[in-house]
């Protein structure tokens, strides 16, 4: 769940327990690409919960305390500018925007720079979703459809509802659609939108 402001990367921390969750931890290249998706079109850069340990003198991911992969940050990052890591653009960060660099990727910055975050909740692994992005979600039925501006904005919204465990953001109609899991489900999901559920549910 995306915050709605620029915020110091000890800000977002306290924001995102307040709210039973964690700065979001990119450790598979799959859950990079779902929020490079999620991200793209929103022009701004989001904390996660990454920094540099003294310690190891690496960066590590605060729960899992891994490294992050190989191919997650941009190009001459990180850099020791600061010990903070928050999800950008080259773009973003000054290059051209006549170049191809408007792809979500990690770099360092100062802890106390303002930006948004991205909260992580775990959610319950036993109800079985699926990801996929113009496939139907098993078991999911859809509530009352709201208008949003941004796939991101539908993702907040989503992140709102306890039992939402996906959505599907329709472009041409700004049409954000929260889903939530039921087994006897009678309605289906339509394909001409476009579907955001993780693996590992996390909305």
């Known amino acids: 769940m995306p915050s709605l402001q620029n915020i110091t990367y000890q800000t977002s921390v306290s924001e995102c327990s307040a709210l039973g969750s964690y700065l979001a931890e990119l450790n598979t290249l799959e859950e990079l690409s779902y929020i490079q998706v999620l991200a793209n079109g929103s022009s701004s850069s989001f904390w996660l919960g990454l920094n540099f340990n003294n310690g190891s003198g690496k960066f590590h991911w605060n729960r899992a305390g891994t490294e992050p992969m190989t191919g997650m940050w941009i190009d001459g990052e990180p850099n020791l500018t600061g010990l903070c890591v928050r999800l950008t653009t080259e773009v ?6 006549a170049t191809p660099k408007d792809i979500y990727l990690l770099a360092d910055n ?6 948004m975050s991205l909260c992580e909740k775990s959610a319950d692994l036993k ?4 990801y ?7 078991n999911c039925c859809p509530l009352t459809p709201l208008t949003t501006a941004r796939r991101l904005d539908c ?14 953001f329709t472009r041409t109609s700004s049409q954000c659609l929260p889903l939530v899991f039921n087994t006897s489900c009678s309605l289906s999901v339509s394909l ?3 579907m955001y559920t993780a693996i590992q549910p996390r909305c």
């Open 92 to 97: 973003l960060m000054g290059a051209p925007t």
């Open 110 to 115: 100062p802890c106390s720079s303002l930006y």
């Open 127 to 130: 109800k079985p979703v699926y």
């Open 132 to 138: 996929g992005r113009t496939s139907a979600c098993k």
């Open 155 to 168: 993702a907040w919204a989503c992140s709102k509802l306890k039992e939402c465990v996906g959505f599907q």
């Open 192 to 194: 001409n939108s476009v």
